[in-house]
């Protein structure tokens, strides 16, 4: 086997050794693939629910619309955001959340 053949050879098997290696953990290899599927699908699993929370805030603000304007949402949602109730409510205090009496 002459040097030059040798040579051939030498640089066929180191750039074939190359380009395996940057097969399996290259920046576009085979991990990296399986490092964006897992992220794809904990991605996946965070928009469905966000999808979830759009159509049900948009179900709400459906019914909040002028032209169908739902009087029962309009007050519960007055009475959560001013923290009021009617003198006729019912409520129950939850001893968990009890806050502090004010002096």
């Known amino acids: ?22 097969l399996f953990v ?13 992220r794809i699908n904990s991605l996946q699993g ?3 629910g966000l999808e979830a929370v ?3 805030l948009d179900r709400d603000v459906g019914l909040m619309r002028a032209g169908k304007l739902d009087p029962d949402m309009l007050d519960e ?10 003198p006729k409510d019912i409520v129950i205090l939850d001893k968990a959340t ?3 009496p004010k002096p």
């Open 98 to 100: 009890k806050t502090p």
């Open 46 to 48: 965070e928009l469905n």
């Open 54 to 56: 759009r159509e049900r």
């Open 26 to 38: 290259g920046d576009h290899g085979l991990e990296a693939r399986a490092r964006l599927e897992t």
């Open 1 to 22: 086997m002459t040097y030059r053949s040798a040579f051939v050879a030498l640089s066929c098997l180191g750039l074939l050794s190359y380009f395996a290696t940057h």
């Open 77 to 86: 949602r007055a009475r959560m955001i001013l923290n009021f109730s009617h």
